[in-house]
């Protein structure tokens, strides 16, 4: 494994903060999320720090490399050309799945909309370390993978959360994105000892460190990006600098965004925090492991099934899996929900200003019936054509305005209900 890049202090590129960015003294380099830019038609502002040359990093949110099936072929041709388009020196994505379901386990295709926990199994590790074979054989440079965080554990895992990562290293040479704030919100959701997950790390291959803020709300932390980094955080930051140097280190911040000196104090407090002494805490003895290349027939399917039976029961309201914490399921479900509501807004803004106040509900009504299949973008054209096919919204000229939206992205005209039974019922027929 090749040393990695010297980063330095970054920050998430958002458009929202795109001309703070710009400003904000002691930047190094800033992190993109890779779906959210198009490499013939990059942002002005991510063009002007380029050219003073600041690095850019694509952070990717939709391969799940740890789902069940092989990587998309498309999604990876796509991340690597958008590595190419920005000169970035690495490219990154998570350790989770996104996606479950299809051919693989002959049952519907659902999409998270967000990224869930793998199992920390042997089958699921193997599913993995293949995967991400794959995208390495795909992508011109080097790739890292972010630990993330988790509101549920899965019954019955074989490996602590720094034994996954280490053995996953070992097998693939993959370089590391350690996200402290995850390694907190693991410690407040899943009991896990974020010091004991450092001390199994392999830190010489981290390649950088991830710090944002969060909050709890009845026991339970949810990793927002949307408040203040959390001392607690800025510890277990110290304790990983107490044992390595990190290459680089980035502030995420999506929501909510503090004013530019707020910004630009926290971005120099994770800049400046100091390394703390390590601390070694009782490590979990270690498990035996097969070989590097050595893999488990039928993990696929295993880690398959298993995968759609949990997202079913997230997003399409079937039976709990066997072994889950039933509360924590409904916790992670309405968490998706309202994520879903919220980036649907996002990437169809006229959609909340055209039904005002009852944007929410209606969504949450469409949303509990239908679960999504493909894509955000997708969601918004069938949430609206839903609307209209049950005369929705009762105004008439939000209606009209609604109308057009959907005339101008999907068609002619809405569907009428018959034709929408008519084409429900030729889908069934193709997934059986």
């Known amino acids: 494994m090749n040393k990695p890049v010297r980063l330095g202090t970054g920050i998430g590129w958002r458009p929202e903060i795109a001309d703070t960015v710009e400003r904000l003294p002691g930047l190094d380099w800033v992190e993109v999320v890779a779906e959210n830019v198009c490499p013939g038609h990059l942002p002005d502002s991510l063009v002007r720090l380029m050219e003073r040359g600041v690095t850019v990093v694509p952070h990717g949110v939709s391969l799940g490399l740890g789902g069940a099936e092989r990587p998309d072929a498309a999604r990876l041709a796509a991340l690597a050309e958008r590595a190419e388009a920005l000169g970035a020196p690495l490219v990154t994505e998570h350790i989770a799945f996104v996606r479950a379901g299809g051919e693989l386990t002959a049952s519907p295709r659902l999409e998270a909309g967000h990224l869930l926990p793998v199992p920390r199994t042997r089958d699921a590790l193997d599913v993995l370390c293949e995967n991400v074979r794959i995208a390495q054989d795909s992508l011109p440079v080097p790739l890292a993978l972010e ?26 040479g993959v370089r590391l994105l350690i996200d402290v704030a995850n390694l907190h919100t693991n410690h407040i959701n899943r009991g896990e000892d974020p010091l004991a997950a450092l001390d199994e790390l392999p830190v010489e291959a981290i390649a950088y460190v991830h710090v944002a803020g969060g909050v709890e709300r009845d026991g339970v932390w949810h990793d927002t990006h949307a408040h203040p980094v ?19 280190v980035l502030l995420e ?6 004013p530019e000196e707020e910004l630009a104090a926290e971005l120099a407090t994770i800049g400046s925090t100091p390394a703390s002494p390590a ?23 295993r880690v398959g099934l298993a995968q759609a039976a949990l997202l079913s029961a997230l997003v399409a309201g079937t039976p709990a899996p066997e072994g889950f914490d039933s509360r924590r399921l409904g916790v992670q479900s309405r968490a998706l929900a309202a994520k879903r509501a919220d980036v649907v807004a ?7 200003q055209i039904l005002g106040s009852g944007y ?10 239908r679960p999504m299949r493909d894509g955000y973008r997708r969601d918004a054209l069938d949430f609206a054509e ?9 105004d008439s000229v939000a209606r009209r305005r609604l109308t057009q939206w959907w005339q101008d992205r999907a ?12 084409r429900a019922a030729r889908a069934a027929l193709v997934g059986r």
Do not use: M
């Open 147 to 172: 630990n993330i965080a988790a509101l549920i554990s899965w019954p019955g895992e074989e490996l602590s959360e720094g034994q996954f990562l280490a053995e996953l290293v070992e097998r693939t």
């Open 230 to 248: 959390p001392r607690p955080v800025l510890d277990i930051l110290s304790r990983l600098r107490g044992r390595t140097d990190p290459p680089g």
């Open 253 to 258: 911040r999506d929501d909510d965004f503090p």
């Open 279 to 301: 601390v070694t805490s009782p490590v979990t003895t270690a498990r035996p492991r097969p070989p590097a290349g050595a893999s488990r027939p039928g993990a696929r399917e």
């Open 346 to 352: 996002k990437v169809a803004p006229e959609l909340p």
């Open 360 to 369: 929410r509900p209606a969504f949450a009504v469409y949303a509990k019936a």
């Open 386 to 394: 839903q609307l209209l096919i049950a005369g929705r919204p009762e």
């Open 411 to 422: 068609g002619s005209r809405p569907p009428r209900r018959s034709a929408r039974i008519v």
